[in-house]
């Protein structure tokens, strides 16, 4: 999901979506694994000291795609838009997943299997209903469903109140969402619909984009100031989470350097462009590698390391398994994520709407290869 602006790719933004992936994955193989859940049988000490912050990677995640989606639904129409959404997220999850499940079952790896019951949610994700719960092929497929409901939630907005209301929009369900985990703390909608407790690093990112390009800068700084309200309070409750649940202390200033610094760079790489052009294209591939990466690491990286190593030569195991998964993220970004995106995107043009321009005047038709 690279990023796209009007000035071009933003390659420091592919560079920041790369990092969070491997800090992520620090976090599981090198903390998250051994220390609770019973998922990962050798043990890795030695990093725990800086993996357990690794989690705050998702966090900058979400704010990259409310950074990036803000202009995506505005330059687009709202039907151009979800196809797009649907086109970039579910084909190479259908294939992550697979190979994942293959992996699982050819390792016999049980403590991963899954039931026939779990495959209709794995397909779609996001089931906002009561009375149907499954097990996802990987754990770290739970960030999707707060991506596929964040486009859902800003598709509506635009859809019934158009483009204009988007920002004011944000910052009335940030806040409603907000309200409803402080005084109702139990209530089901806010995760099921409002993307939970993580709505306010989307609004965070779409604010940063706004103010950056001095763009609507009194509902910009509006969504901003509700959305740092709510992720404070989320992140504290997060730590209290991963300090309780992992035995373990965390350092709360350290978190907020790092979501902070995942801010900072999102704004300076629109103002600046902090990746030389010479990098541009190296770029473009570490932000394209990266969904696939995030989609495989987990659970695969855990069968590796559970089945084929001992605690022995965990070490030998361990950049062995990163190795692997890096280089099935790169195949898979080749030989598939690209292409069948393109083509996908080229099927479906006649399907899709004119793009837009920031006023809603169309400003090229939907044929042409954007």
């Given at each position: ?161 158009g483009r ?17 985990k402080i ?75 790092i979501l ?111």
């Amino acid at each position: 999901m690279g990023a796209q602006y009007g000035k071009g790719r933003q390659s420091g933004i592919d560079i920041l979506r790369l990092a969070c992936a491997v800090a992520v994955m620090l976090f599981h193989f090198g903390f998250r694994g051994y220390t609770a859940d019973g998922l990962l049988d050798a043990r890795f000490p030695e990093l725990a000291r800086v993996a357990k912050y690794g989690w705050a990677g998702v966090e900058i995640f979400f704010m990259i795609s409310g950074y990036v989606i803000y202009d995506s639904v505005r330059m687009k129409t709202v039907k151009s838009f979800l196809y797009g959404r649907a086109v970039r997220i579910f084909p190479t999850l259908w294939l992550c997943a697979a190979i994942t499940a293959t992996v699982v079952f050819l390792l016999e790896a049980t403590r991963f299997y899954i039931g026939r019951h779990d495959v209709p949610g794995n397909l779609v994700l996001w089931v906002p209903f009561d009375g149907y719960s499954y097990q996802m092929i990987d754990g770290a497929y739970w960030s999707l469903v707060l991506e596929l409901q964040f486009y859902a939630m800003v598709a509506v907005v635009v859809a019934a109140l158009g483009r204009d209301a988007l920002l004011p929009s944000l910052s009335f369900l940030v806040l409603i969402n907000l309200l409803l985990k402080i005084c109702v703390p139990e209530a089901a909608f806010p995760e099921r619909w409002l993307c939970g407790a993580y709505v306010g690093f989307f609004g965070i990112g779409a604010a940063l984009r706004c103010l950056s390009t001095r763009r609507d800068m009194a509902h910009s700084s509006l969504l901003l100031l509700v959305s740092v309200v709510s992720a404070v309070f989320y992140t504290t409750q997060k730590v209290q989470y991963v300090e309780t649940h992992y035995e373990t202390w965390l350092n709360g200033w350290y978190v907020a350097a790092i979501l902070v610094f995942g801010a900072i760079i999102l704004v300076v790489d629109t103002l600046y462009d902090l990746v030389p052009r010479s990098l541009s294209s190296f770029a473009a591939v570490a932000g394209g590698v990266t969904y696939p990466l995030y989609l495989l690491h987990q659970n695969i990286g855990y069968t590796i390391l559970n089945e084929i190593f001992s605690h022995r030569n965990r070490w030998v195991g361990l950049a062995l398994t990163v190795a692997a998964v890096f280089v099935l993220a790169v195949a898979v970004y080749y030989l598939f994520d690209r292409p069948v995106r393109r083509y996908l995107m080229t099927r479906g043009s006649s399907l899709r709407d004119p793009v837009l321009d920031r006023s809603g005047k169309a400003v090229r038709s939907a044929n042409s290869n954007a």
